[in-house]
C-alpha cells in the first residue's frame, strides 16, 4: 500500500525500489557518474533503516554534535555538509528532506528507497530472490529494471538490470519529459456550464456561477477620449504605439565615468575630457584612451560603451585609473535606447486598466489624450422594511443600510459611474417598477435582501415581473443565496442581505462581470499560495470564503489565520481582514502546516 507524495520541488523526483539485496546502491553507483557525463545535475536521497552516521568519531565536528549540538555545519572550499539531529518516531518525510535541496543547481532528484511513497519509481527486481513484484500492487512504477527471467506485463516499460546506459537514457527522457502537475485553483476560470435545470436548482458550483454570468456579457463598445489628468481607474480602448524609443537616448544608468572597455586592455588610466549631465550631450567622439564624466540619465558619447560607477573610479588631474577593472563587463550601467520600448512597438494594450504606472508610462512616451471605454453605469438599491437610511433616527426593530454602502464603493474602484437608487420598500409593484426604470439607465442592476425564501422577499418575483433569473443558488458560504438574471440589455444581482456575503459575493461575481463590461483583459482575481496558521474546516460539496490575514512569516514564507468567528454578518472581520481564504468544494478541511489559497483585497476594499 502507497503513501501520498507531492512533489514541492519544481524538478523532478525519481525513486528506486528494490527489496534489499537487489543492488540498488551499486546501479546507482555506475548510473549517477554515466549521467554526470551527459550533463545531467544530480542530487540523491538515501533511505537509512538504521542509526547510521556519516561523521568520523574524534572530528571535532562529531564531537559537538555528540556534546548536543542539534545541527553542526561543516565547510571548506571544496564542500560543506550539513549534520542535523532530528528523532522522530517514524520514517523520515521525504517531502521535508527534498526541501532541503537547492532546486536552483540540480535536474533530477534520485531517490534510493522509501518504496511506500506514491513517487514515480524504477522497480529493480531479480528472479533469482525470489521476491514478489512491486509493481503489481504499485501503480507508481514507471519502469521495471530486470534480468531475462522475470516476466513482465508488455504494458510497462522494461529495461535490462545489467544495462547501466539503458538505463540512463530511460532516467534522462524522463527529466527532459517531465512537467510539474498543473496546479488546481479552488475557483476555475476556464470552466464552462453544462448544467441541467435540476443542477441549477440545488446550487451551481462558484466555477459554474462565473461562467454563466460571464457568458451573459458583451463588453461595452462606447468610447471618449479623456485627457491624461482626468483618467481616473479606466479601461484603455485602442493599442497604444510609441512614437519614440524609450529611453530615447542611450543613457548612463548611474552617476560614473563612461568610456570603450576596449581602452581598458592597453592602459590602466584614462584621461578625462568633458563632463555630461542630464538632458545635455558630449559633442565630439570620445577617441581611444578618453573618458567622460556622466551623470545618471545623461547621454552616452559616441565611443563609449561602459560606464563605472564613480565610487569604483579614482580621479587625479583630469586623470583617472578604474578600480577593479578586472570585474569591469562591457556594457555595464548602460541604458540603450528603446530597450525599455522601442518605437513602433504597442506600448499599451487595448483593454488595459490604467492606474498609477500605466498613466506615468502614457505620459513619458508624450500622450496627452487617451481612447477610454465609457464607464459602466451601475444601479444601486436595497431592500427590506427592516432597513433605516445611515443619519436618520434607527427605527424600532430595524438596522442601519450597510450594503448599499460597501456596493458603491467597490463599483466605483471599479471606475462605474454609480446611480444611487436608495432604500426600496418591500412592495412587489414598487420593486418591478425600480427595476424597470433602473435598467433603463444602467448596464448592471445591484439589490441587496430579498433574495432569500422569506414570505417578503419580493426580489425574484418583481425580476420575474420585467425580466429572467438565470439561477438564485451558489453552493459557497457565504453567500449562497444570490440571484442573477436580465432585465432587457441590462444585467441584474440581487446579492444577499448579510453584509459579508454582500462582499464576497460581489467579489466572486459581479467584480468579473464589471471588469468585462467595461472591456479589461486581465480580469481574473488573484490567488496566492499561502501557509495556514491553524486548521481550516469547510464542508464539501461547497466553496468556503473565510475571511482571513496574511502575514509575510520570519521563514519568508506567507501564513494565513482566519479573523476568528465568521458569522455573516459580521462586518468588522472584513475591516480586520486582508484576504479571503478559499477552500474548494473538494475539501472539508486544510490541516495547520498545509498550503492553501487565498485572494487578497488588494485595492478593491
Not at 400 to 409: A, G, Q, V
Not at 438 to 462: E, R
Request: glycine residues 6%.
Amino acid at each position: 500500500m502507497t503513501a501520498l507524495f507531492t512533489n514541492p520541488l519544481p524538478i523532478p523526483v525519481l525513486g528506486f525500489c528494490a527489496y534489499s539485496g537487489t543492488g540498488k546502491t551499486t546501479l546507482l553507483k555506475q548510473l549517477i557518474p554515466l549521467l554526470n557525463q551527459r550533463g545531467l545535475r544530480l542530487a540523491v536521497i538515501k533511505h537509512a533503516h538504521h542509526n547510521f552516521d556519516v561523521d568520523i568519531p574524534g572530528k571535532d565536528s562529531f564531537e559537538m554534535r555528540k556534546a548536543g549540538a542539534r545541527q553542526v555545519l561543516v565547510a571548506s572550499h571544496v564542500r560543506w555538509a550539513l549534520m542535523t539531529e532530528d528523532l522522530v518516531d517514524d520514517d523520515p518525510q521525504l517531502q521535508h528532506l527534498l526541501s532541503q535541496i537547492d532546486a536552483d543547481k540540480v535536474d533530477i532528484v534520485l531517490v534510493e528507497g522509501f518504496k511506500k511513497l506514491a513517487l514515480p519509481k524504477i522497480e529493480l527486481h531479480r528472479a533469482a530472490h525470489h521476491k514478489p513484484l512491486i509493481h503489481i500492487h504499485d501503480d507508481n512504477i514507471v519502469a521495471i529494471a530486470c534480468c531475462d527471467d522475470t516476466t513482465v506485463d508488455d504494458s510497462l516499460t522494461r529495461l535490462d538490470l545489467n544495462n547501466i546506459a539503458q538505463i540512463a537514457d530511460f532516467v534522462q527522457h524522463y527529466q527532459q519529459a517531465w512537467l510539474p502537475t498543473a496546479v488546481k485553483l479552488p475557483i476555475d476560470f476556464t470552466e464552462t456550464l453544462q448544467t441541467a435545470a435540476s443542477d441549477a436548482q440545488s446550487g451551481l458550483t462558484v466555477s459554474q456561477g462565473i461562467a454563466e454570468v460571464l457568458a451573459q456579457i458583451t463588453p461595452l463598445e462606447r468610447i471618449e477620449s479623456l485627457n491624461l489628468i482626468d483618467i481616473d481607474n479606466r479601461v484603455l480602448a485602442h493599442d497604444i504605439i510609441s512614437s519614440v524609443n524609450v529611453p530615447q537616448q542611450t543613457n548612463s544608468a548611474m552617476d560614473g565615468y563612461a568610456f570603450a572597455l576596449n581602452d581598458l586592455a592597453t592602459s590602466a588610466t584614462l584621461k578625462v575630457v568633458g563632463e555630461v549631465l542630464a538632458g545635455h550631450h558630449y559633442p565630439d567622439i570620445l577617441r581611444p584612451g578618453e573618458a567622460v564624466r556622466i551623470m545618471t540619465g545623461a547621454t552616452v558619447p559616441q565611443g563609449a560603451d561602459t560606464i563605472q560607477a564613480r565610487e569604483l573610479v579614482s580621479e587625479h588631474d583630469s586623470i583617472i585609473t578604474i578600480l577593479e577593472s578586472e570585474h569591469v563587463v562591457k556594457g555595464q550601467h548602460v541604458r540603450l535606447a528603446g530597450e525599455d520600448i522601442a518605437k513602433g512597438d504597442v506600448a499599451l494594450a487595448a483593454g488595459s486598466r490604467l492606474s498609477a504606472a500605466e498613466l506615468g508610462l502614457l505620459a513619458s512616451l508624450g500622450f496627452n489624450q487617451l481612447p477610454l471605454f465609457q464607464r459602466p453605469v451601475v444601479a444601486v438599491f436595497s431592500t427590506g422594511d427592516e432597513v433605516s437610511q445611515p443619519g436618520q433616527a434607527l427605527k424600532p426593530n430595524c438596522i442601519y443600510d450597510s450594503n448599499r454602502y460597501t456596493i458603491i464603493s467597490m463599483a466605483k474602484k471599479l471606475g462605474c459611474q454609480v446611480i444611487d437608487l436608495g432604500i426600496i420598500e418591500d412592495n412587489e409593484q414598487i420593486l418591478t417598477a425600480t427595476l424597470r426604470s433602473a435598467a433603463k439607465q444602467a448596464d448592471v442592476v445591484i439589490s441587496s435582501g430579498g433574495v432569500s425564501v422569506g414570505n417578503a422577499d419580493y426580489i425574484k418575483t418583481a425580476l420575474a415581473n420585467v425580466g429572467n433569473t438565470q439561477f438564485w443558488r451558489i453552493n459557497m458560504r457565504p453567500g449562497r443565496p444570490l440571484a442573477v438574471g436580465n432585465i432587457d440589455r441590462s444585467l441584474f444581482f440581487g446579492l444577499p442581505g448579510n453584509p459579508v456575503a454582500v462582499m464576497v459575493a460581489f467579489l466572486q461575481f459581479v467584480q468579473p462581470a464589471i471588469r468585462k463590461l467595461a472591456g479589461e483583459s486581465h480580469w481574473q482575481p488573484q490567488f496566492i499560495p499561502a501557509m495556514a496558521q491553524h486548521a481550516l474546516r469547510s464542508k464539501t460539496g461547497r466553496t468556503e470564503f473565510l475571511r482571513g490575514i496574511y502575514t509575510i512569516g520570519s521563514d519568508g514564507k506567507i501564513h494565513v489565520s482566519t479573523t476568528g468567528a465568521q458569522g455573516s454578518g459580521m462586518l468588522s472581520s472584513m475591516v480586520s481582514a486582508n484576504c479571503l481564504i478559499v477552500i474548494d468544494d473538494d475539501t472539508a478541511s486544510i490541516p495547520a502546516g498545509e498550503s492553501v489559497f487565498i485572494q487578497p483585497f488588494a485595492d478593491l476594499l
